[in-house]
């Protein structure tokens, strides 16, 4: 079990570029989310999934898109990326209810 | 709306002192709780989480907590402390309801310091 994986590790973007957060999990998991964490602000919620093809949003959904196609896989893609982006983004995935949500090692990204 | 406090920013305890983590919530009917630990540039490893029953919780490397409703705290408690167990602590708080523990709120975060 890899549990929950996310590409890339870091990355730098320029402003007004796009690009997509890879997210996948293997336990079979219903539940998925993508959290950023901020110095001083704990972590965020910015959208989440309670199955495929089912999304909605978070605390901080704006300048974000999900969608959610299969089970394992929940991307969060950037449009148009702006400074105020650069975070650590964390996607998690729970199998419901109260269940153990895991958590994926993170996605350091950096706008300029 | 659901709400998350850690009142302290920084606490620092000599290694084999007993540790306290303050965290209060604001919620309208009985949540989901947790305590999360981060270590620096690592991912987040679950604590603990209390859903109903025993409000004494016992979690891993020695943890628990306890779930005051009257109080509306969920306070983290070891002890005796390991260097270790420096890190970062985050409190949480779901709905309680299906796909709450997906939903959390969290606290902005404890950061620990052990002194040898």
């Known amino acids: 079990n890899a549990g929950v994986t996310q590409t890339p590790k870091f990355q730098v973007l320029k402003t007004g570029q796009s690009m997509t957060l890879q997210c996948a999990q293997d336990?079979?998991?219903?539940?998925m989310s993508w959290y950023r964490q901020d110095p001083g602000m704990g972590l965020r919620l910015i959208h989440y999934?309670?199955?495929?093809?089912?999304?909605d949003q978070g605390e901080v959904p704006n300048g974000y898109n999900v969608s959610r196609s299969t089970t394992e896989d929940f991307p969060l893609r950037l449009l148009s990326a702006a400074p105020s982006q650069t975070s650590v983004y964390f996607c998690?995935?729970?199998?419901?209810?109260?269940?153990?949500?895991?958590f994926g090692p993170g996605t350091r990204l950096l706008v300029l | 709306a659901q709400s998350v406090t850690q009142p302290d920013i920084h606490i620092t305890v000599s290694e084999g002192a007993s540790l306290e983590l303050r965290c209060n919530y604001s919620?309208?009917?009985?949540?989901?709780l947790f305590w999360y630990v981060q270590s620096p540039g690592q991912g987040l490893q679950l604590l603990l989480k209390?859903?109903?029953?025993?409000?004494l919780v016992q979690g891993i490397k020695g943890f628990e907590a306890e779930f005051k409703r009257s109080q509306s705290s969920f306070n983290l408690r070891k002890p005796s402390v390991h260097w270790s167990d420096a890190a970062e602590y985050f409190c949480?708080?779901?709905?309680?309801?299906?796909?709450?523990?997906?939903?959390?709120?969290f606290g902005t975060g404890t950061q620990l310091k052990v002194e040898l």
């Open positions: 919620y309208g009917a009985t949540p989901y």
């Open positions: 336990m079979n998991h219903e539940y």
């Open positions: 949480a708080v779901g709905p309680g309801d299906t796909g709450g523990g997906n939903k959390l709120t």
């Open positions: 998690a995935s729970s199998g419901g209810g109260g269940e153990t949500q895991y």
């Open positions: 999934s309670v199955g495929a093809g089912i999304t």
């Open positions: 209390y859903f109903s029953g025993d409000t």
